[in-house]
């Protein structure tokens, strides 16, 4: 193998691999890029109190004596 050809073979990965990172830079640069500004959330909702239930101090003392 003489070195014209070997130079030649390298050129033309070269060649190949530039022309291929090429095309992914473009494919790349063409996707839409998306706006996150474009679709605001809506506002929140406050939260809505939660009806509670005062326990008797009878319901606290079983309560108290099932965990024991």
Do not use: F, H, Y
Not at 18 to 25: D, N, Q
């Amino acid at each position: 193998m003489s070195k014209k050809s070997k130079a030649g073979k390298v050129l033309a990965v070269g060649l190949i691999a530039g022309i291929v990172a090429l095309l992914v830079a473009v494919w790349k640069a063409s996707k839409p890029i998306e706006d996150p500004w474009e679709n605001e959330p809506a506002p929140a909702q406050p939260q809505q109190p939660v009806e509670s239930r005062e326990a008797s101090v009878e319901e606290i003392r079983e309560i108290i004596e099932d965990d024991k």
